[in-house]
Antibody, heavy 120, light 108 residues
Framework: QMQLQESGPGLVKPSETLSLTCTVS??????????WGWIRQPPGKGLEWIAN???????YYNPSLKSRVTMSVDTSNNQFSLKLMSVTAADTAVFYC????????????WGQGTLVTVSS | EIVLTQSPGTLSLSPGERATLSCRAS???????LVWYQQKPGQAPRLLIF???RRATGIPDRFSGSGSGTDFTLTISRLEPEDFAVYYC?????????FGPGTKVDIK
């Protein structure tokens, strides 16, 4: 059974870069049938899509975050990563990694999420 | 960017009742790439419905989706205790995803 697991610091200082990694187990990220994404959820609020990446490295980003976001993929370790630069308190959120299934147009498998707090 | 609006914000119902949730898009959603998720406190969202009306694997048949273009509906025919949660719609178009703000279904 496929699983996704987010990892990274739970606390980031304002103006610094938030870095998270998603490790996929039980399936190969190199398969051509899916792409991989990050979604965030501020405490008590709704979901916001951040970015997606294919195993080829092709990325697409939320236009509102594009200037601050970079995604990368490491097929040898079955991982993909997110960097969000110049963070502020407004970036405090639970960050989820997820698999997008093009057949359904949405995310069919999710990690458990990791809370990242931006604070000095 | 397509903006999704969900109504009502909160729906207070009793177990056994029927729940009707609305999702409206600011522009037509292409190929009915409209998806519904359920989220319970402390958990990741779970895919319920895709293609506006197709149930995801393992989703009970009391959940159904309908609609096209800009107006979509999620119906829960008879609420079970485990169905009280927040429901989000999401659309995919032109290499971008947007989520609605969610509808909370709580116990009356």
């Amino acid at each position: 059974q496929m699983q996704l697991q987010e990892s990274g610091p739970g606390l980031v200082k304002p103006s610094e870069t938030l870095s998270l990694t998603c490790t996929v187990s039980g399936a190969s990220i190199s398969g051509n049938n899916y792409d991989w994404g990050w979604i965030r959820q501020p405490p008590g609020k709704g979901l916001e899509w951040i970015a997606n990446i294919y195993n080829s490295g092709y990325t697409y980003y939320n236009p509102s975050l594009k200037s601050r976001v970079t995604m990368s993929v490491d097929t040898s370790n079955n991982q993909f990563s997110l960097k969000l630069m110049s963070v502020t308190a407004a970036d405090t959120a639970v960050f989820y990694c997820a698999r997008r299934n093009p057949r359904v147009g949405g995310f069919d498998s999710w990690g458990q999420g990791t809370l990242v707090t931006v604070s000095s | 960017e397509i903006v999704l609006t969900q109504s009502p914000g909160t729906l207070s119902l009793s177990p056994g009742e029927r729940a009707t949730l609305s999702c409206r898009a600011s522009q037509s959603v292409s190929n009915n790439y409209l998806v519904w998720y359920q989220q319970k406190p402390g958990q990741a969202p779970r895919l319920l419905i895709f293609g506006a009306s197709r149930r995801a694997t393992g989703i009970p048949d009391r959940f159904s989706g309908s609609g096209s273009g800009t107006d979509f509906t999620l119906t829960i025919s008879r609420l079970e205790p485990e169905d009280f949660a927040v429901y989000y719609c999401q659309q995919y178009g032109t290499s971008a995803f947007t989520f609605g703000p969610g509808t909370k279904v709580d116990i009356k």
